[in-house]
Each structure stands twice: as structure tokens, then as C-alpha cells.
T-cell receptor
Framework: NAGVMQNPRHLVRRRGQEARLRCSPM?????VYWYRQLPEEGLKFMVY????????ESGMPKERFSAEFPKEGPSILRIQQVVRGDSAAYFC??????????????FGPGTRLTVL | DAKTTQPTSMDCAEGRAANLPCNHS???????VYWYRQIHSQGPQYIIH???NNETNEMASLIITEDRKSSTLILPHATLRDTAVYYC?????????????FGTGTRLKVLA
């Protein structure tokens, strides 16, 4: 059973360009979470999605950032008109549907975004 | 808006027990405590979780105080490969809408 997959692993963009980060959850997992980690800091929650629905986007910046998890295909975190402050590691996690348990989240290897 | 407080760093001798404390004094009655670790800059790895009872698995033990305001993660026999940043996390939300609130983590260095 493959783990959570993220691509690309490293992404370099110039200021003003768009960044698209992809996340394929583990097989059977219908919940996806995105986190951002700045250097020497902990992970900060950004958004929580289920198939075709955004459940909680309280950690998403109000502008330039969007996320989706379509019925088919990976989840996408999209950053428009990137700025240097967007440089960070972006981690995706997935979990199975809740069944009364305490389903832990399984994390991917992350995408390291560098904005020049 | 972190709900946990951890020491910034700790050292532990190889083969000894590593005890990592965490304060979560504002935790609510139905909020679980999770522990993850991050080795180098890899994705965080699940270790253990608990609500109010002490828990043990093949990796670690979790001791939660009776008032649930703090907990301790115990690695019984630390090895060099346990060197990592350890995060104490509170899971908040309601059924079907949970999310993790990460703390700043403890950087554990296991010394040979």
C-alpha cells in the first residue's frame, strides 16, 4: 500500500508565477489536509478537504491560495502570483473516513517551494 | 494559536529513556493528544495518541496527567535514529471535521 505521494518534491518559481502542488492520498483515504512549514517552525494547518468539498479552510491565506480535491485525481494546492514569503515546505496528509475511531493522519514527503 | 507548549530542545544518551514533556493546559474534554516526529525535513511520522488513559505501543509510551493538562512521551531505549523533532499535537474539532494543531516541537538529540 503506497503512502501519501506528493509532487513535485522541489519546485522553484519566480515571483509572480503560479505554483501547483499535488497530493495523492493513500488508497481508501477520502480526507486530505494541507500544512505549511516555514524554516525552523512547526507545521501550520491550512485546509481540510474531503472529496469535492472543502471542510475547513481557516488556515488558508485569503488571497492567492486555493485548494481542491476532485472526484477523480489528486488534491491540488494552487498558489497564484507567488511571493518570496511563500517559500516553505508544504505537506499533505490523508486519513480514512471516520468510523468512530481516532484516525491518525499519514503525511507525505512534502513539496519544497522556493520563490526567487 | 498553538495549544501545546514544549521545551525547544533536549539531549538524551543512547540506550537511556527519553522523556519529552508537553503542556496543554487549555485542552478540552474530548480533544485527543497526538505525538508525531519529524526526522530531518521528512514528513511527520505518527508515534502515539491518547485521551486520558496512559497508552503504550511498540514505539513509545504516553503518560497523561489526571487533569489532562500535561503529558509525557517516553521512548524507553533511545537510539541514534530517534534523533528528530517531536511534536505534541492537540486534535480539535467535532466528528468528521477534526484537524491537528501543532506545537513548536522539541528537538531531541540522542548522543552516542
Amino acid at each position: 500500500n503506497a503512502g501519501v505521494m506528493q509532487n513535485p518534491r522541489h519546485l522553484v518559481r519566480r515571483r509572480g508565477q503560479e505554483a501547483r502542488l499535488r497530493c495523492s492520498p493513500m488508497k481508501g483515504h477520502s480526507h486530505v489536509y494541507w500544512y505549511r512549514q516555514l524554516p525552523e517552525e512547526g507545521l501550520k494547518f491550512m485546509v481540510y478537504l474531503q472529496k469535492e468539498n472543502i471542510i475547513d479552510e481557516s488556515g488558508m491565506p485569503k488571497e492567492r491560495f486555493s485548494a481542491e480535491f476532485p472526484k477523480e485525481g489528486p488534491s491540488i494546492l494552487r498558489i497564484q502570483q507567488v511571493v518570496r514569503g511563500d517559500s516553505a515546505a508544504y505537506f499533505c496528509a490523508s486519513s480514512p473516513p471516520f468510523a468512530g475511531g481516532t484516525n491518525e493522519q499519514f503525511f507525505g514527503p512534502g513539496t519544497r517551494l522556493t520563490v526567487l | 494559536d498553538a495549544k501545546t507548549t514544549q521545551p525547544t530542545s533536549m539531549d538524551c544518551a543512547e540506550g537511556r529513556a527519553a522523556n519529552l514533556p508537553c503542556n496543554h493546559s487549555t485542552i478540552s474534554g474530548n480533544e485527543y493528544v497526538y505525538w508525531y516526529r519529524q526526522i530531518h525535513s521528512q514528513g511527520p511520522q505518527y508515534i502515539i495518541h491518547g485521551l486520558k488513559n496512559n497508552e503504550t505501543n511498540e514505539m513509545a509510551s504516553l503518560i497523561i496527567t489526571e487533569d489532562r493538562k500535561s503529558s509525557t512521551l517516553i521512548l524507553p531505549h533511545a537510539t541514534l535514529r530517534d534523533t528528530a523533532v517531536y511534536y505534541c499535537i492537540v486534535r480539535v474539532g467535532t466528528s468528521g471535521t477534526y484537524k491537528y494543531i501543532f506545537g513548536t516541537g522539541t528537538r531531541l538529540k540522542v548522543l552516542a
